[in-house]
Nanobody, 123 residues
Framework: QVQLQESGGGLVQAGGSLRLSCVAS????????MGWFRQAPGKEREFVAS????????NYASSVKDRFTISKDSAKNTVYLQMNTLKPEDTADYYC????????????????WGQGTQVTVSS
């Protein structure tokens, strides 16, 4: 059973930073991308960022580009999301996901999901 476990969420003031981590219990054959999504109360889950399994390619939602950075440590099977200059509208549950196609931005295109970690940004 493949598991993804997120950590690093919390409460931060606007303008602050947080770093989320996602540890995969193991890599499943065919995984080519890891992604971060978020879901605010009453809203649909939305794409935040993704990274190819090699780490050579990244993709960001326009709302977070230049503020968030996705990276990975292959030796640790861990993906990170460094979030800077946080805004109240970044408040959401953040989910890590694994999929077969880098560049995918829809939740349905990812096969494995973590349980999520909550991020709250106060104004």
């Amino acid at each position: 059973q493949v598991q993804l476990q997120e950590s690093g969420g919390g409460l931060v003031q606007a303008g602050g930073s947080l770093r989320l981590s996602c540890v995969a219990s193991r890599r499943t054959f065919g995984w080519n991308a890891m992604g971060w999504f978020r879901q605010a109360p009453g809203k649909e889950r939305e794409f935040v960022a993704s990274i190819s399994w090699s780490g050579s390619s990244t993709n960001y939602a326009s709302s977070v580009k230049d503020r968030f950075t996705i990276s990975k440590d292959s030796a640790k099977n861990t993906v990170y999301l460094q979030m800077n200059t946080l805004k109240p509208e970044d408040t959401a549950d953040y989910y890590c996901a694994a999929g077969t196609r880098f560049g995918a931005t829809r939740p349905s295109q990812y096969d494995y999901w973590g349980q999520g970690t909550q991020v709250t940004v106060s104004s």
